[in-house]
């Protein structure tokens, strides 16, 4: 579908590279991880869920202060206490548990972070799936963002836009969906990376939940008649 990457083009122009995932509170893109990169990527991604960055940006520092920021120190902890250090991200006691149950398997079948995000996309991603509490977008963003594999995350974001432009039926599902970006985008981690990051950015600033975009919105001048 050319007009996704015209979409790109056009974000990119727009908006300049986003640099995510950021790390140490900074969005610097890089791509040679750490293993404390990894597992706070992997620990964003999970407290992402149904709340917004600033919130897990407070989170993250928390755990970063209190020397919690790893899967062994996640794993020991009791949930009581997790759940309070994660209280700003919203749905504590869920994601507590979604933490340590992720920690706890890493460790127990792979031993670190790295190498349990070595594994291919078509192994990762099923085992990710098959932990209590990650969805598909959060397996997307943990294989994208730490494992650094070429695979599009479709989150609200996205929906919003590509459906507002009507490049795809409305209420398509998540795999066809995302099928539709990976078959018609040069397969490209950077890409993915940067595309996802800028419909984030270009929702937030331009895209009201319910409209499409303003007026003077360059999509809207591109692609809507």
């Known amino acids: 579908m050319p007009e996704l990457y015209q979409v790109y083009q056009k974000l990119l122009n727009l908006h300049g590279p986003q640099g995510w995932w950021p790390t140490g509170g900074k969005y610097s893109g890089k791509t040679n991880l750490t293993e404390s990169d990894k597992v706070e990527i992997c620990v964003g991604a999970i407290l992402a869920q149904n709340t917004t960055w600033k919130n897990v940006e407070r989170t993250l520092s928390t755990l970063q202060q209190d020397n919690m920021l790893s899967l062994q120190a996640i794993s020991k902890v009791s949930g009581k206490t997790l759940s309070e250090m994660i209280l700003s991200s919203g749905y504590h006691n869920q994601k507590s548990r979604k933490l340590q149950l992720f920690a706890k398997h890493v ?80 397969k490209n981690t950077h890409l993915f990376k940067e595309f996802h990051a800028l419909i984030v950015k270009h929702a937030k600033v331009c895209c009201k939940k319910n409209h499409v975009v303003g007026k003077n919105c360059i999509l809207s001048k591109t692609f809507i008649s």
Do not use: M
Not at 139 to 164: C, G, M
């Open 107 to 186: 460790l127990a079948k792979h031993g670190t972070c790295s190498k349990f995000l070595n594994q291919p996309s078509e192994i990762l991603r099923p085992e990710l799936l098959s932990l209590w509490g990650i969805g598909p977008e959060t397996a997307d963003s943990i294989i994208l963002y730490a494992a650094q594999k070429p695979v599009f995350v479709i989150d609200t974001y996205t929906r919003r836009i590509v459906e507002n432009l009507e490049l795809v039926p409305p209420e398509t599902p998540y795999d066809l969906l995302q099928q539709q970006f990976e078959q018609q985008l040069p």
